[in-house]
């Protein structure tokens, strides 16, 4: 191969993105109104996972060619996501424009939901060789299921102030965003038809880099940044949502500082005032820091990991996803730039 | 007739099916409960028209296991969504899962089934032909996609506009193929020939628009809770089904617009419904649906031609024959 520049790299990126794009405009039902509902839910969002799995593959010698229905079905899984989670969460707005239950109706959202997923499955069981079908699905469902185990824990959770394991709340956070990250790695890497310690080491890389995504999304709940993705600040403490960072702080705050903050969520959380206590209680506990440091590590991790793959655009596209991609309308960029430089151009 | 049948034949079937079916998926033991609760009741009967399928080409049941509680978890899944876009508190005189645990958790617990049915298609047998397998995972997906599609397309429909056909086309998409479906895949994962599975699928589709029919008939009759669900349900929410859709098109010009008026309603009196129900028999509505009825019962019994004599191919000529036994409609 030729020395790489990075220049090619955004072309390169933008090439993949409108390959995608072609793909997923592809579909269509014989009904125009359908049609404008399955536009509206599948619009948006910067692609990350879809890049992942045609990023993976082509890091690790696959073709383009071959990815495209995989990394469709992979955004069909978290475009369901998107629209069941906004549903459940109630919230009115994603990325500026209304949510899609919000615009088109709870009952729509839930059926759409599920019409985005099971789509997804159709793309994947009709692919030729029924032993990919076969072996995707098996993959899909198994994430499919831990992805949604992860929600109605989450749900389940809700307003529950006692201490809790905080593995299993690890495990949910994983659960919610690692998942589908994992998913899209594994599938790239599986695609490329490398040995199974490789598929392995690619899904551990989406798994690292999607529970911290979730982290992160959970500190800048709390410290507003999340705002510019058109999620309400504090929504999480309103619901009263066991992340890490709660659970982390109950578990280790002193026994009268503890009773503080159960005492603040046992009321009703509606007050500018008692949420910006609460947040200032977990800042201080030292579970943000907890929590970053842990996005932190795991980011490291992965850029590591990446380090061992022979040198490519994708390699390259994989780490910038790593990097800057999860920093767009946030401000993890600073987090990620201040994370040390492993191995990496 | 058929209730001796279900409980001397199918009743050790249907222990085998639950314990497939209610396993703790979950850490939680409250998650266990409420899964348990998603998945209890009803008679099981998708799971058992993909083993009956299995068995009515020469299959061995144990083949067609995994199938058969992925369609049975699906059709779960889809109830729980029928019951919170339809606001229906009550299925076969229990809570419905929205009512018991919110909407929140039935949208959660809706996605926990779908996983939970695309799972059960990974315990099939190593031996099976991953084509076989692969044949599964697309009937399951095109099942439950089919089904989604018609939900949300009668949400959409210009009620007025819709004709009779329109209505079994709807219903075809939102049950008949499932039906239809977990015949087909019995059929193929009992390895029968290709005439075979294509007319247990026909049977399924006669057999599932007819007993659609059937339910739309006596939700104006008086078999009081045959779902549980009050009489003239469809009426009150002014759901269109081929009854209304008959009506609406064929009444004489007054009828016709009293009929549109009351099914615009938001709510109805039971005073109401009545009326509506005398609407719909004067307009010659159940006489037509009761036609169709026999029509499609007609249809269904042709389409086993194919089929080798079985215990189950008799079986499918009883519940032919007991179609409108009131033991199939009430709880």
Request: with cysteine.
């Given at each position: 191969m030729d020395?790489?520049?990075?220049?090619?790299?955004?072309?390169?990126?933008?090439?993949?993105?409108?390959?995608?794009?072609?793909?997923?405009?592809?579909?269509?039902?014989?009904?125009?109104?359908?049609?404008?509902?399955?536009?509206?839910?599948?619009?948006?969002?910067?692609?990350?996972?879809?890049?992942?799995?045609?990023?993976?593959?082509?890091?690790?010698?696959?073709?383009?060619?071959?990815?495209?229905?995989?990394?469709?079905?992979?955004?069909?899984?978290?475009?369901?996501?998107?629209?069941?989670?906004?549903?459940?969460?109630?919230?009115?707005?994603?990325?500026?424009?209304?949510?899609?239950?919000?615009?088109?109706?709870?009952?729509?959202?839930?059926?759409?939901?599920?019409?985005?997923?099971?789509?997804?499955?159709?793309?994947?069981?009709?692919?030729?060789?029924?032993y990919s079908a076969t072996t995707y699905c098996q993959l899909f469902s198994r994430i499919f299921f831990l992805a949604a185990r992860g929600q109605l824990w989450d749900v389940a959770s809700e307003g529950r102030d006692e201490i809790q394991d905080l593995d299993r709340v690890l495990e949910a956070e994983y659960e919610k965003t690692g998942t589908l990250f994992e998913l899209s790695t594994e599938l790239g890497a599986r695609l490329a038809c490398v040995e199974p310690p490789t598929v392995e080491r690619m899904a551990l890389l989406g798994r690292k880099i999607g529970t911290a995504f979730q982290l992160l999304n959970d500190t800048n709940n709390l410290n507003g940044l999340e705002e510019s993705t058109g999620r309400m600040r504090y929504s999480d403490l309103v619901r009263r949502k066991r992340t890490l960072i709660l659970s982390y702080a109950l578990a280790t705050l002193p026994a009268a500082e503890r009773s503080h903050l159960q005492a603040l969520l046992a009321e009703r959380l509606v007050t500018p005032d008692a949420l910006a206590q609460v947040a200032e209680i977990l800042e201080r506990s030292g579970a943000v820091d907890q929590a970053?440091?842990?996005?932190?590590?795991?980011?490291?991790?992965?850029?590591?990991?990446?380090?061992?793959?022979?040198?490519?655009?994708?390699?390259?596209?994989?780490?910038?996803?790593?990097?800057?991609?999860?920093?767009?309308?946030?401000?993890?960029?600073?987090?990620?730039?201040?994370?040390?430089?492993?191995?990496?151009? | 007739?058929?209730?001796?049948?279900?409980?001397?034949?199918?009743?050790?079937?249907?222990?085998?099916?639950?314990?497939?079916?209610?396993?703790?998926?979950?850490?939680?033991?409250?998650?266990?409960?409420?899964y348990i609760q998603a998945v209890s009741g009803g008679?099981?009967?998708?799971?058992?028209?993909?083993?009956?399928?299995?068995?009515?080409?020469?299959?061995?049941?144990?083949?067609?296991?995994?199938?058969?509680?992925?369609?049975?978890?699906?059709?779960?899944?889809?109830?729980?969504?029928?019951?919170?876009?339809?606001?229906?508190l009550l299925r076969r005189g229990r809570p419905t899962f929205h009512a018991r645990y919110g909407p929140r958790q039935a949208v959660v617990m809706s996605d926990i089934l779908m996983s939970l049915a695309y799972q059960q298609l990974t315990k099939f047998d190593r031996s099976d032909e991953s084509h076989v397998v692969a044949e599964c995972y697309r009937l399951l997906s095109d099942t439950y996609h089919t089904m989604c599609l018609g939900e949300i397309q009668e949400l959409l429909l210009d009620e007025g506009g819709m004709s009779e056909d329109n209505?079994?086309?709807?219903?075809?998409?939102?049950?008949?193929?499932?039906?239809?479906?977990?015949?087909?895949?019995?059929?193929?994962?009992g390895r029968g020939q290709e005439a075979e599975i294509a007319a247990l699928g026909e049977f399924g589709r006669s057999i599932g628009l007819a007993f659609q029919l059937i339910n739309d008939l006596n939700s104006v009759k008086d078999i009081e809770?045959?779902?549980?669900?009050?009489?003239?349900?469809?009426?009150?929410?002014?759901?269109?089904?081929?009854?209304?859709?008959?009506?609406?098109?064929?009444?004489?010009?007054?009828?016709?617009?009293?009929?549109?008026?009351?099914?615009?309603?938001?709510?109805?009196?039971?005073?109401?419904?009545?009326?509506?129900?005398e609407l719909l028999h004067r307009s010659g509505a159940v006489r037509a649906a009761e036609e169709q009825i026999r029509a499609l019962l007609e249809e269904a019994r042709k389409s086993l031609g194919p089929l080798r004599l079985s215990i189950i191919k008799t079986l499918f000529l009883k519940v032919i024959d007991h179609a409108g036994d009131p033991w199939l409609w009430t709880s």
């Open positions: 020395k790489l520049s990075p220049s090619e790299l955004p072309a390169y990126v933008a090439e993949r993105l409108s390959a995608i794009e072609r793909r997923l405009a592809a579909i269509h039902f014989d009904d125009p109104q359908v049609d404008e509902m399955w536009a509206y839910a599948v619009a948006g969002g910067r692609r990350i996972r879809p890049l992942l799995v045609v990023l993976s593959c082509e890091a690790l010698g696959g073709a383009l060619d071959g990815t495209l229905t995989g990394a469709v079905a992979v955004e069909l899984s978290h475009k369901a996501s998107v629209l069941h989670d906004d549903l459940v969460d109630e919230d009115t707005y994603r990325r500026g424009r209304l949510a899609f239950h919000a615009q088109f109706g709870q009952d729509q959202a839930l059926l759409m939901g599920h019409l985005l997923i099971s789509t997804a499955f159709r793309l994947l069981a009709s692919l030729q060789s029924s970053v440091r842990q996005a932190r590590t795991w980011l490291r991790e992965a850029r590591n990991s990446l380090s061992s793959l022979p040198d490519s655009l994708a390699r390259h596209a994989l780490a910038a996803i790593t990097r800057e991609t999860i920093a767009t309308a946030t401000d993890w960029s600073q987090l990620i730039a201040s994370s040390p430089a492993t191995g990496e151009p | 007739m058929l209730r001796l049948i279900y409980q001397a034949i199918l009743g050790r079937v249907v222990e085998e099916i639950n314990a497939g079916l209610l396993v703790d998926s979950f850490r939680e033991p409250d998650l266990n409960r409420m008679r099981r009967s998708r799971a058992l028209l993909v083993l009956a399928g299995c068995e009515a080409v020469g299959g061995r049941r144990r083949a067609a296991m995994p199938m058969a509680l992925a369609m049975e978890l699906a059709h779960k899944a889809s109830l729980i969504v029928d019951d919170v876009v339809d606001r229906d209505t079994l086309a709807v219903a075809h998409k939102k049950s008949g193929l499932m039906i239809e479906n977990c015949l087909r895949a019995g059929g193929m994962l809770g045959h779902t549980g669900r009050p009489v003239g349900n469809d009426l009150r929410i002014g759901r269109m089904n081929f009854l209304a859709a008959h009506a609406l098109r064929r009444a004489n010009a007054a009828d016709r617009s009293r009929l549109g008026q009351l099914l615009a309603a938001d709510e109805l009196e039971t005073t109401q419904v009545q009326e509506s129900i």
